[in-house]
């Protein structure tokens, strides 16, 4: 066996136990983090108090899944919403004129009621000096099985959004 030098033993048993406390200190504070960090997760502010990750993560999955299916539910709806509408006598203009030379102030009217298809009607008041007419004649895909007057036809093209000749 070798000779010790006990000078030596000491230094390195000193530096051995000054390491080991070291250590011990990083571990503590290490340990004291993750605890915290453990404490921070494993609780947290939901809307009924507090709640684990797990809880939070299922909850917001749950509410996820509804809020899809009350989309699907929405959209379904807007799609039946926009096929009534189509249907509906949306598109609309009214053509004021003088039926008569000898009539002031534009008293006759044409006016168009058409849904997106251009099904609908066109209504037709000539208004003279004694007496007014009314005529209503049907109308698909912007035009009419019954002649249309020029007044009748611009209002149809106003209705429809075409353009008029001038």
Do not use: C, W
């Amino acid at each position: 066996m070798l000779p010790l030098d006990r000078p030596l033993l000491d230094e390195i048993t000193l530096a051995a136990a000054a390491g080991a406390f070291v250590a011990l200190v990083v571990g503590v504070v290490a340990n004291l983090r993750v605890g915290r960090l453990r404490k921070g997760l494993s609780h947290l502010d939901g809307p009924e108090g507090q709640e684990t990750v797990l809880e939070a993560l299922t909850r917001g999955h749950a509410e996820t899944q509804a809020l899809r299916a009350e989309l699907a539910r929405a959209k379904g709806e807007l799609d039946i919403a926009r096929s009534d509408l189509a249907d509906a006598l949306r598109h609309v203009a009214v053509v004021r004129y003088d039926a008569f030379g000898d009539m002031g102030g534009r008293m006759s009217f044409t006016a168009a009621l058409l849904d997106d298809s251009g099904d609908g009607l066109v209504i037709t008041s000539i208004n003279g000096r004694t007496e007014a007419r009314a005529y209503a004649k049907g109308v698909k895909q912007g035009t009419s099985e019954q002649s249309l007057s020029p007044e009748e036809t611009e209002a149809i093209a106003l209705a429809l959004g075409r353009k008029v000749r001038a």
